[in-house]
């Protein structure tokens, strides 16, 4: 499929509507193959800012549909979660925009995969694969009364990502690195410290 048949599914008229919650939505949860090549096309009018939130917001619904006896998976994408933010925050700094978008795809493609998910109907105890996408909404249904499931994300939670700190001002950066220069910024009072209750003399212990 074509950029301009995409934008036509989705009823944009331009690449800037990408920006909106329900478009981003819809692209990751599409069923069509799509290629990176058009992913990244998709997201040419869109921000790392504007990424980050949608992003962040999506996981936020995502992870609201988890079942209780999911805590694992629920943990893993909360973890996940944490990453993508910061990952995004320190990108936004290097100036590296297409990493972004490609992290976001990786993750689209883990989501989309069929065979992440073991699910169990638990009416007939059939047994069959599914993608985290479709396992979260037959949870939902669930949820609706419409259906009774078991789900096995053992298989999803495979994805590799890098942690990154949460992201940090420019002013808390600053001090933080002055405070690497002169560790004595870090206490309450650098000229009588009480650490646990217990008085330092000045030039004893770590500040050495």
């Not at 599914?130 to 078991?150: D, H, P, Q, T, W």
């Not at 590799?160 to 405070?179: C, K, P, T």
């Amino acid at each position: 499929m074509k950029l301009e048949n995409w934008l036509e599914k989705l009823e944009m008229e331009s690449l800037e509507d990408m920006a909106y919650l329900d478009a981003f939505c819809y692209v990751m949860e599409a069923d069509e193959a799509l290629p990176e090549e058009i992913f990244h096309q998709l997201f040419s009018g869109v921000t790392e800012e504007e990424i980050r939130e949608m992003m962040d917001q999506y996981l936020e619904e995502v992870m609201s549909g988890i079942s209780e006896d999911c805590i694992d998976f629920y943990s893993f994408l909360s973890s996940y979660r944490r990453s993508f933010k910061g990952m995004v925050n320190y990108l936004i700094r290097e100036d590296r925009r297409e990493r972004v978008v490609g992290e976001l795809f990786r993750f689209r493609e883990w989501y989309r995969d069929p065979e992440a998910v073991l699910c169990t109907d638990l009416d007939d105890e059939r047994e069959f694969a599914a993608s985290v996408c479709e396992s979260l909404i037959l949870g939902r249904m669930e949820k609706l009364a419409e259906g009774n499931f078991r789900f096995d994300f053992s298989g999803a939670m495979d994805m590799e990502f890098d942690e990154y700190e949460e992201y940090i001002d420019e002013e808390e950066e600053d001090y933080l690195d002055m405070a690497d220069d002169d560790p004595r910024l870090t206490l309450i009072d650098p000229e009588d410290p009480v650490i646990d209750g217990e008085d330092y003399e000045r030039g004893e212990s770590y500040l050495q």
